[in-house]
C-alpha cells in the first residue's frame, strides 16, 4: 500500500464518516461541526487531487465562513438532544423511502459507470499541469466562457442580501415591540 | 513538488520537517511570554519577572511545572467532550498555517534541495488564509463547551470579530496578489530581490539604496493588513474578547492550567504567522537589502571554501535575516498591546466594515487599474 493510497483511503473513510454523523447525530450542533468537519476533509481529497486552489477556497468560504455563521447562529439557542433521530409517520415515511430509492440509484448507477468506463479502455488521465496554471485555467473560464452566467450569478447574491435586510428591518427589525 | 515526496526518504525528510516547525513554535512561545512580560514591565516602569534565573527566565520553566501540576477541572454544567477538545484545536489551525511560509533559502546538499519551510504550496496566501479561518470553530468550541453564560458571550463577541476582519484582511492581500501575479509565498520573496525598480509607460526609475520591497508598492494595503491581523489574533486593541470588567476572561473563563496554555500557545501562533506573512508580503522575506542569493552564496564560497557549506552558511544567514524581520514585527506587537486602550465593541464593528473594508476594496481597484495601465501602455 503506497502512501497515496493509504491517504485516500484515510481521508474518504473520514469524509463519509463525518458525512453521516451530521445525519445521525441527535444533538444540531454535532450536526453543524460534523458538516464543518465533512467540509475541511472534502479540502483534503482537493489537495490530494492536486487542486490546491478549490481547497483553499473551500477551507475559506464553506469551513471559514459559511459554517461558522451557522454554528454561531445554533449555539445562541437553547437547544436540548431530540429523543430520535429520525421522525416517525406516513408522510416522512413515504419520503425516506424516496430518498433510500434515489440514493441507491445513485450508487448503483456510479458503480455500474465505473465498470463500463473500465470495459471500454484505459482510464482517463488527466493531464499533468501545475497549479498555477490550474488557477489561472479556472480564472479564464470564469471570467472568458461564464462572464455573463457569474454576474448574474453576483446580481442574485446582492438581491438576496438587500432582500435579508429589507425584510429584517421591516415592522422595526429586531427591536420590534409587539 | 508540493506533494509527500515519492521516496520514502521524501516522506521522511518532509515528516521530521512537520514536527520541527511545530516545535520551533512551540518554543517561541515562553520566549515570548517572557518578552511580553519583561516588555510590558518596562512600558510601565515596573521590574517584571526578575528573581528566577539571570534576567528571570528560568520564570518561564516554573510556570511551565506550575502548569503542568495544577488541578484538572471541568465545569459540571459543560459538554466534557467539547471542553476538552477546543484547546486541542486551537493549537491545529495556528500550527499548519505556519508550515507554508518560507523561511530561507534551500539548502543544497549532496543533490537534495531541501526547503527551508513545512512544506511547499503553490497557492501558499490562500491555503494560509483558508487553515487559520478555522480558528474561529476552536472559541466557539470553548465557549459553549464551558457552559458558562460568560464564556459563551466571549466566543460570541470574538469569532464574530474574527468573520468580519477576515473580509478586510483577504481583501487587503488582493492588491498584493495582483503586484506579483502569483499565489507562490517563494516567487514572492524572489520578486523582491534587488533595488526598488518602478516601471510605468516605458520609463523605468530605480532608486539606489531601496530595496524592492512590497511595502513601497503597497503601502495602504501593509497597514490595511497589519491592523486586521491584530484583530485577527484577538490582541489588544482588539481583544473584545477579554473585557475583563463584563466578561470575567473571555471564551476561556473556565479554563486552567495546562488546557489554558494552549489557548495561549494558539494565539501566538497566529502572531507568529501574522508576523511571517508580513515579512514575506512587504518587507522582501529572508532576503537582505543589497545583496542577492548568488551574492551571499559567493561570499560563502570565499570564506568557507566548499560548495557544501557555501550553502549551508548561505542558508543560515537567510534565515537569520528572516528571524530578525520576523522578532521585529513580533516586538511590534507586544509594545502594540501596552501601548493603546481597548475599544468599544460598536467601535469596533464600524472600523472593520466601514472603514478597513471600503479603503481596502479602493486600494484592491486602484492596484488592479494602475497595473492594468502600466501594461498597456508601455507598446
Given at each position: 500500500?503506497t502512501?497515496?493510497v493509504?491517504i485516500?483511503?484515510f481521508?474518504?473513510?473520514?469524509t ?5 454523523s451530521?445525519v445521525?447525530?441527535t444533538?444540531?450542533?454535532?450536526s453543524?461541526l460534523s458538516l ?12 490530494t487531487?492536486q487542486?490546491?486552489f478549490l481547497?483553499?477556497?473551500q ?7 459559511v ?10 439557542f437553547d437547544?436540548?438532544?431530540?429523543l430520535q433521530?429520525?421522525?416517525r ?5 413515504a419520503?425516506?423511502?424516496g ?8 450508487i448503483?448507477?456510479?458503480v455500474?459507470?465505473f465498470?463500463m ?8 488521465t488527466p493531464e ?7 488557477t ?6 470564469l ?5 455573463f452566467?457569474f454576474?448574474a450569478l453576483g446580481v442574485?447574491l ?5 432582500g435579508?435586510v429589507?425584510?429584517?428591518?421591516s ?8 | ?7 520514502s526518504?521524501?516522506?521522511?525528510i518532509?515528516l ?6 511545530f516545535?520551533m513554535?512551540?518554543?517561541?512561545v515562553?520566549i ?7 516588555g510590558?514591565a ?7 519577572p526578575?528573581r528566577?534565573g ?5 520564570q518561564?520553566?516554573?510556570d511551565?511545572v ?13 459538554n466534557r467532550f467539547?471542553?476538552?477538545?477546543a ?6 489551525p495556528?500550527?499548519?498555517?505556519y508550515?507554508a511560509?518560507p523561511?530561507?533559502?534551500?539548502l ?6 531541501f526547503l ?7 497557492v501558499?496566501?490562500?491555503?494560509i ?9 476552536t472559541i466557539?468550541?470553548?465557549g459553549w463547551g464551558s ?7 466571549g466566543?460570541m ?5 474574527i468573520?468580519?476582519y477576515?473580509?478586510?484582511l ?5 492588491g ?9 509565498l517563494?516567487?514572492?520573496v524572489?520578486?523582491?530581490?534587488g533595488p526598488?525598480t ?11 539604496y ?5 511595502i513601497?508598492?503597497?503601502p495602504v ?9 491584530f484583530?485577527?489574533?484577538?490582541r489588544l ?5 477579554e ?5 470575567v ?12 496554555l ?10 507568529m504567522?501574522?508576523?511571517?506573512l508580513?515579512?514575506?508580503f512587504f ?12 551574492e551571499?552564496?559567493q561570499?560563502?564560497?570565499?570564506l568557507?571554501g ?10 543560515v544567514?537567510h534565515?537569520l535575516?528572516y ?8 516586538w511590534i ?5 501596552w501601548?493603546l486602550?481597548r475599544?468599544?465593541y460598536?467601535?469596533?464593528?464600524d ?7 471600503p ?7 486602484l ?5 492594468f495601465?502600466a501594461?498597456?501602455?508601455?507598446i
Open positions: 500500500m502512501a497515496d493509504f485516500f483511503w481521508l474518504a473513510i473520514l463519509i464518516v463525518s458525512a453521516l451530521v445521525l447525530m444533538n444540531p450542533i454535532y453543524a464543518a468537519m465533512t467540509m475541511v476533509s472534502v479540502a483534503a481529497i482537493f489537495v487531487l487542486a490546491y481547497a483553499g477556497v477551507l475559506i468560504v464553506y469551513a471559514g465562513a459554517m461558522v455563521l451557522f454554528v454561531m447562529v445554533l449555539m445562541l437547544l436540548k438532544n431530540e433521530a429520525f421522525s409517520g406516513k408522510f416522512t415515511g419520503i425516506k423511502v430518498a433510500v430509492g434515489i440514493l441507491a440509484g445513485l448503483v448507477g456510479a455500474g459507470s465498470i468506463a473500465g470495459k471500454s479502455g484505459a482510464p482517463v499533468a499541469s501545475t497549479s498555477a496554471d490550474a489561472k485555467a479556472l480564472s479564464e473560464h471570467f472568458f466562457n461564464h462572464v452566467g454576474e442574485l446582492l438581491v438576496i442580501a438587500v435579508t429589507a425584510l429584517s428591518r415592522k422595526g427589525g429586531t427591536h420590534a415591540k409587539h | 513538488m508540493t506533494s509527500m515526496g515519492s521516496t526518504f521524501e516522506i521522511t518532509n521530521i520537517k512537520l514536527v520541527l516547525v516545535l513554535m512551540v518554543q517561541a515562553p515570548l511570554v517572557w518578552l511580553e512580560r519583561r510590558s518596562f512600558i510601565q516602569n515596573r521590574f517584571g526578575n528566577v539571570p534576567l528571570g527566565l528560568l518561564l520553566l516554573a511551565a506550575k502548569f503542568l501540576t495544577k488541578e484538572d477541572f471541568a465545569p459540571e454544567k459543560g467539547m471542553f476538552y477538545a484547546p486541542v484545536f486551537a493549537l491545529i495556528a500550527a499548519i498555517a508550515m511560509v523561511m530561507s533559502v534551500p543544497k546538499l549532496d543533490g537534495h534541495t527551508i519551510q513545512g512544506f511547499e504550496i503553490n501558499g496566501i490562500v491555503f488564509l483558508g487553515i487559520s479561518s478555522l480558528a474561529a470553530y466557539l468550541m470553548a457552559g458558562s453564560k460568560f464564556s459563551l458571550m466566543a463577541r470574538a469569532s464574530a470579530q468573520i468580519s477576515e473580509l478586510a483577504g481583501l487587503s492581500i488582493v498584493v496578489i495582483l503586484l506579483y501575479g502569483t499565489f507562490n517563494t516567487e514572492m524572489n520578486m523582491q530581490q526598488l518602478f516601471s510605468m509607460f516605458g520609463y523605468t526609475v530605480t532608486s539606489s531601496l530595496p524592492n520591497w512590497g513601497f508598492y503597497q494595503g501593509m497597514i490595511l493588513f497589519f491592523a486586521a491581523t484583530a485577527e489574533s484577538n486593541p482588539f481583544d473584545l474578547a473585557g475583563e470588567a463584563e466578561l476572561a473571555g471564551f476561556h473563563t473556565e479554563y486552567g492550567g495546562f488546557k489554558m494552549m489557548f495561549f500557545i494558539g494565539e501566538y501562533g497566529h502572531m504567522i501574522a508576523s511571517g508580513m515579512t514575506t518587507f522582501g522575506g529572508y532576503g537582505i537589502p543589497g545583496i542577492s542569493f548568488q551571499m552564496h561570499i560563502g564560497l570565499n568557507l566548499t560548495e557544501t557549506l557555501a550553502s549551508i552558511f548561505n542558508t544567514v534565515f535575516s528571524n530578525l524581520k520576523f522578532a521585529i514585527f513580533l506587537f507586544i509594545h502594540v498591546r501601548t486602550p475599544f468599544r460598536d467601535q469596533l464593528m472600523l472593520g466594515w466601514k472603514t478597513m473594508l479603503w481596502a476594496l479602493a486600494n484592491t481597484m492596484t488592479a487599474v494602475v497595473i495601465a501594461s498597456y501602455f508601455t
